[in-house]
């Protein structure tokens, strides 16, 4: 039956997803293995749709580790630990919640040993910036600790380059990178535990540049980011982008994106808008004022449609019911969900 449940929730999940993002890319799934304990290690910009679009779109089903603030009520506690979710505390939760981490540490490694696969941000925070923090210690104890009870362990780390074309806005467009497999067992000494976890870091923060934009200069990041819009890189594409920054950006001849049509681009939100007034209204007057940091804005947004789309279709159908009949009804029905589909498909970011 959870096992029914959880899938019935990923399709939903999913679907959700392909119809948020005018397209998600999808690369290096073949490097993921199967039968195998396996670590995903992926850059965090974009709060929780970081999370659920490795979820969805992974050849492994995943526990993931997450924030453990979200899980504010008993409900949404059994929901997401029904998703697979396991909270993760940090500083800003008080000094003696850290303490619960052992535990969660602890856990994951033995999920490790029995073979699952377990999702991990290790910069330990999101950012909206196009770059690869330093990664947090907290993977390689988990490793270490799995390692310890079973040396023989054959351990994968996956790492996921997670990409967007403008994160905050709608609609976007996404792109995973997974790379290729590094095992632990190459990194590991048992006489130098402290040098093998550095090692590791460095490998897995190496490959992690290479599979998401990495702009590493921190002064002149903005100027290099607007040299790069101007450009129109496509940013679903980091080994191209990054190769231009590590070149020296030029806006003049590097036009290598596939910039669209203005007029056609406000035609499409136009129609969508009217379309969707309702939810569009309650959205600006009453949920996103109330988000507080924009690397929450998209996945706060596609929440609310999540949630709160079916219940809209519900009053949309209820409504012209009272005119048509059932046939008529579904057939607009239908033609307005299509149409929605289409706009956001057709639609892209400046």
Request: with cysteine; proline share 4%.
């Amino acid at each position: 039956m959870r096992r029914i449940g959880y899938l019935v929730i990923w399709v939903w999940i999913r679907t959700a997803l392909t119809f948020y993002f005018s397209k998600i890319k999808i690369e290096g799934s073949h490097n993921v293995p199967s039968g195998k304990p396996i670590m995903f290690l992926a850059n965090h910009q974009n709060a929780l749709l970081d999370a659920l679009l490795i979820a969805t779109h992974c050849k492994r089903k995943p526990y993931f580790l997450t924030r453990s603030d979200v899980f504010k009520t008993a409900l949404l506690k059994v929901f997401f630990e029904f998703l697979q979710m396991i909270p993760v505390y940090r500083i800003r939760d008080g000094k003696n919640s850290l303490a619960g981490n052992t535990a969660i540490f602890e856990r994951c490694a033995q999920l490790l040993g029995r073979g699952e696969a377990v999702l991990i941000f290790p910069e330990g925070n999101h950012s909206l910036k196009r770059r690869v923090r330093p990664l947090s210690k907290g993977f390689t104890r988990i490793l270490l600790l799995a390692l310890e009870s079973n040396p023989s362990m054959d351990i994968g780390i996956v790492p996921i380059g997670v990409n967007y074309a403008n994160a905050a806005k709608f609609p976007d467009k996404a792109a995973l990178y997974y790379g290729k497999e590094i095992r632990v067992r190459d990194f590991f000494d048992k006489k130098d535990v402290s040098g093998s976890a550095s090692r590791l870091k460095e490998e897995v923060y190496h490959h992690l540049k290479k599979l998401t934009t990495h702009i590493e200069e921190e002064s002149s990041y903005e100027e290099i980011v607007h040299t790069l819009d101007r450009a129109k890189v496509d940013y679903l594409d980091p080994s191209g982008v990054n190769r231009i920054i590590e070149e020296g950006t030029s806006p003049e001849n590097r036009k290598i994106g596939k910039g669209k049509v203005g007029l056609m681009n406000y035609l499409f939100r136009g129609v969508f808008s009217i379309l969707n007034f309702l939810m569009i209204i309650i959205w600006s007057i009453f949920i996103k004022p109330k988000v507080s940091e924009p690397e929450f804005l998209s996945t706060t947004r596609f929440m609310y449609a999540l949630l709160f789309y079916p219940f809209f279709y519900l009053l949309f159908i209820a409504g012209m019911l009272e005119f048509l009949n059932w046939p008529a009804t579904s057939i607009i029905c239908l033609a307005h969900l299509t149409l929605n589909i289409v706009l956001v498909k057709l639609s892209w970011e400046d």
